[in-house]
């Protein structure tokens, strides 16, 4: 079947040539720019990448990955790959923008007949009983190094691509720096300009959290949990780094707390206010006595205390620790399937746990809209302030501009002062009141 499907391509190609077709594809190959061959196969001759990157995640879970990494090309094997792919976001779409407006964007294939780009078009180009599918051909000395850096020109940059979740591109760029390729590299490969060394450290940040929380469990949990939780993610990296310079065991309680809320079922804005304070602050004494304040008492441990602990008193929460890590290991280890994913019905065992930390994240909230409501006038008088001073240096030069509008100046002016002498007459009277 191999030299069959070789046969077919070499046989488009030289129909090709003989015909005068001119189609191509302008692809970066090897660092410039280069137009190549685009020929019509038939769409059971291409071969779908297993080593695709837009599945990397999916296959790392997958109970039959053995199968598939001991032999890609086998009809078992391609029939996992497809149906992998067939999972991906929004392929119902895209199986009938091909039925409506058909192959707009071709594929690119080896000379073996394995797909680089075009993977998830092409089962959808079967599922909708399509016979052909456009193909650009790579040239024969076209290495596996050749072929991932075509993926990553064509796939990284397009990060809104309808199947290319969080978890797999963030696999892609751990692949691009194991096969040797430097920081800077990956910089430039990425198109990263502006903070392109914190984008770097925020993407790989990432993927080390990703692979922290899934450590703590076998199996672990799966890659696809993260997909929809990028921005949580970025937050919980990003105060995790702020506080971890100077308070690491508060970092690591906040960040534990945050992934046990995301795997509770708290959203965003709820997570976000997860700080270091949160446990002590609010959620402990909304759990006590009741399922939830029983289930995290099991991770709590108590610090040795010292001299000068008895000079500064016994509090209880000075004294106490809680070992959340442990806590999202017991969540996982109860509720996981053997495929990783969560079973909510064993989730709402920690319902009740749930349902206080939301509780307690909304009373931070309010909280913190309150704080912003009593400290906006101050702020906006500040504000205020500051650009009168402005416009006040600037008056002279203003003055000299034949062009200033001296007339509608002194109208604002006078409506301003009449403003600021209301807010002095208020001001005094509320003082009064008080005295």
């Known amino acids: 079947m191999d030299n069959t499907r070789k046969d077919s391509i070499l046989l488009a190609l030289k129909d090709y040539t003989d015909r005068g077709e001119i189609r191509t594809e302008t692809i970066e190959y090897r660092g410039v720019s280069r137009s190549i061959e685009v020929i019509r196969l038939n769409s059971s001759i ?109 796939q990284v940059r397009k990060l809104t691509h309808q199947d290319y979740t969080l978890t797999n591109r963030l696999l892609l760029i751990e692949r691009y720096l194991d096969r040797g390729h430097s920081n800077d590299e990956l910089i430039k490969r990425m198109g990263w300009k502006r903070n392109a060394k914190k984008e770097l450290n925020l993407h790989l940040g990432l993927l080390a959290l990703i692979e922290e929380v899934r450590s703590i469990n076998e199996p672990p949990l799966d890659y696809a949990f993260f997909d929809d939780k990028e921005q949580m993610l970025k937050d919980l990296y990003k105060s995790y780094e702020n506080l971890n310079s100077e308070l690491q065991d508060e970092a690591q309680e906040m960040k534990w707390l945050r992934i046990l809320g995301m795997i509770l079922g708290v959203n965003k804005d709820q997570v976000r206010a997860i700080d270091e304070d949160f446990l002590n602050y609010a959620l402990l004494k909304r759990i006590e006595g009741n399922d939830a304040g029983d289930f995290l008492s099991k991770f709590k441990t108590v610090r040795g205390q010292d001299n000068l602990d008895e000079l500064l008193g016994d509090l209880e929460t000075e004294q106490s620790k809680w070992n959340v890590r442990a806590a999202v290991g017991e969540i996982l280890k109860f509720s996981l399937t053997d495929l990783g994913n969560l079973d909510e019905s064993k989730l709402e065992d920690f319902h009740e746990l749930k349902k206080q930390m939301r509780t307690s994240a909304d009373f931070i909230i309010d909280e913190e809209k309150q704080r912003q409501l009593r400290s906006q006038p101050s702020e906006r008088l500040s504000e205020a302030r500051m650009r009168i001073e402005e416009i006040a240096d600037r008056l002279p030069e203003l003055f000299r501009d034949p062009s200033f509008e001296r007339g509608k100046f002194e109208f604002e002016a006078k409506k301003a002062l009449k403003a600021i002498q209301l807010l002095s007459e208020e001001m005094h009277r509320q003082l009064s009141a008080d005295s």
């Open 46 to 154: 291409p071969l779908l990448n297993h080593d695709n990157s837009r599945i990397v995640a999916q296959l790392k879970v997958h109970p039959q990955r053995e199968i598939v990494l001991n032999d890609p090309i086998s009809s078992e094997s391609q029939g996992i790959v497809a149906s992998i792919l067939k999972l991906t976001d929004k392929f119902n779409d895209l199986k009938t923008e091909l039925i409506d407006l058909g192959q707009k964007q071709p594929g690119i294939i080896t000379r073996q007949g394995v797909l680089i780009n075009g993977n998830t078009r092409l089962v959808a180009v079967r599922e909708a009983g399509i016979d052909g599918f456009d193909v650009a051909v790579l040239p024969e000395d076209a290495t596996s190094e050749d072929c991932f850096d075509i993926e990553m020109s064509l």
